[in-house]
């Protein structure tokens, strides 16, 4: 009965703008607070991630054709405890943005993105013809996590990003991908700015500052809006009105680096 009503609210509910990562923990990371932001600027946002912790390309690939209900469904930054299949959600409403990703720990090798992420944008394309398709730059290890250095070989956290944004670039480019959101890219320069850390566990982002991050970094790139009067503040971890200042004027020197760059 719980299932079904929450199925009910969530294909009848309108909003203006709508949007779906086919991701993992990561995009679980970047959509943990977008709702929220985009409400404190009074901007109509639904958020929905397709959510397997560690999902790789090749996965989301499998469960398209399966179409087995492998998602647990996250709304708004919740977990919901709903499984959907991937056609299922794509067919669901009329999404304006959908995001593909690759798994971090196959991020940076290019090899392992094809033939994934052609098919999995083809069948997107099919079953969603107006959508836009973004591409979801995922980031390095931090610098003191054993699986940069012992699953992966790499001496610097710099050297793991330098090939997640070459893998990805190439990716955008062989799917036709509107744009990139540059996630790595952000928490590199906010690495640069002297924030201490950005990760909680070696990968994924801190449940304060590194997804707020990522939450004004997506707001910014979708709505194209400035960040820099946001009013959020309902952190899952504190952050110093310091840290809010700094993380605002990297976003913005992100993404305005972005624009100057497609201009």
Known sequence: MV???????????????NILSIGNSFSQ???RYLHQIAKSDGISL???NLYIGGCPLSR?????????????????????????????????RNWDVIT?????????????????????????????PKTKIVVHQTWAYDQNSPRLYDELGYRHHTEMFADV?????????????QFIIPSGE??????AAGIETVHRDGYHTSYGLGRYALGLLWYAFLTGNSVADNQFSDFDEPISPVEIACVKACVESVAGAYQKSNQ
């Open 29 to 31: 990371d970047a959509q």
């Open 100 to 128: 593909l990703q690759q798994a971090s720990h196959e991020s940076i090798e290019y090899n392992n993105y094809q033939p994934y992420a052609k098919e999995l944008a083809a069948y997107v394309r099919r079953l969603c």
């Open 46 to 48: 639904t958020a929905v």
């Open 165 to 177: 944004k070459n893998a990805y670039e190439h990716m955008a480019e062989d799917i036709q991908a």
């Open 60 to 92: 989301h690939y499998r469960n398209m054709l399966s179409e087995e209900k492998a998602y647990e469904l996250e709304v708004n930054g919740q977990r919901t405890g709903f499984f959907v299949s991937l056609k299922e959600t794509l067919l669901n």
């Open 3 to 17: 299932q079904y009503k929450m199925e009910f609210m969530w294909r009848n509910e309108a909003w203006c703008m």
């Open 186 to 191: 952000l928490l590199q320069e906010l690495l």
